[in-house]
């Protein structure tokens, strides 16, 4: 099936840097969602942005609907030794209810 | 907020044995479940969408009679890998989508690993 693809694939970052990672697609969504997930876990629900141009925090991290439809940005401030994990975007169209998931983003924080 | 229980969290059978996983919707009735399937470093792909009372639609290229999936209620839906061999092993994880408001979203399970020996 279609997946969106995620940028960088994976990052090896400092404690205390800001990361940005997007999610793009060559077909429109309607609903963008991001999620982290740690090992052996599902996919937790981080941020959902439902209009275009959209900015939306919770807490450290940020994430933009794009004006195009067909991206997204998340950016996370200040990493912190927890932020470690795979972090995945997520479509939804207007008219279906099933996500389309992105490739994933491996995020690694030094100390 | 919205919590999906997955159960079991890991399980390990022998080839030609059948397995089910159950996934619940804690505090809210979900309409709809989906079963997704992921193989290390990998994203999540879909194997089907269920509906509280109907069949279940299945992604094209999943066998429906070795994924047999029932949503019997609007707090539980099951899969139930047939006849399990071992290129079934993977981490199976389910959603799901209901609720009021803006924020029901979709939730997920925490996940079941499958190990089939």
């Known amino acids: 099936g279609q997946q969106l693809n995620q940028s960088p694939q994976s990052m090896f970052i400092q404690e205390g840097e800001d990361v940005s990672m997007n999610c793009t697609s060559s077909?429109?969504?309607?609903?963008w969602l991001w999620y982290k997930q740690d090992p052996g876990e599902g996919p937790v629900l981080l941020i959902a942005?439902?209009?275009?141009?959209e900015l939306t925090s919770n807490g450290r991290l940020t994430a933009q609907f794009g004006i195009t439809r067909k991206d997204s940005f998340l950016n996370i401030s200040a990493s912190i030794p927890s932020d470690v994990g795979i972090y995945f975007c997520?479509?939804?169209?207007?008219?279906?209810?099933?996500?389309?998931f992105g490739t994933g983003t491996q995020l690694k924080v030094e100390l | 907020g919205a919590v999906v229980s997955q159960h079991p969290s890991r399980v390990i059978c022998k080839s030609g044995t059948s397995v089910k996983i159950e996934c619940r919707s804690l505090?809210?009735?979900?309409?709809?479940m989906f079963w997704y399937r992921q193989f290390p470093k990998q994203s999540l792909m879909l194997m089907a969408t269920?509906?509280?009372?109907?069949?279940?639609?299945?992604e094209q290229g999943v066998e429906k009679d070795k994924f047999l999936i029932n949503h019997a209620s609007l707090t539980l839906s099951t899969l139930t890998v047939t006849s399990a061999h071992p290129e079934d092993s993977s981490f199976y994880i389910c959603?799901?989508?209901?609720?009021?408001?803006?924020?029901?979203?979709?939730?997920f399970g925490s996940g079941t690993r499958l190990t089939v020996v």
């Open positions: 269920s509906n509280e009372g109907s069949k279940a639609t299945y």
């Open positions: 942005l439902y209009k275009a141009g």
């Open positions: 077909s429109i969504f309607n609903t």
């Open positions: 959603s799901a989508s209901g609720g009021t408001g803006r924020d029901y979203g979709y939730t």
């Open positions: 505090d809210f009735q979900a309409t709809t």
């Open positions: 997520a479509g939804l169209t207007g008219g279906g209810n099933k996500l389309t």
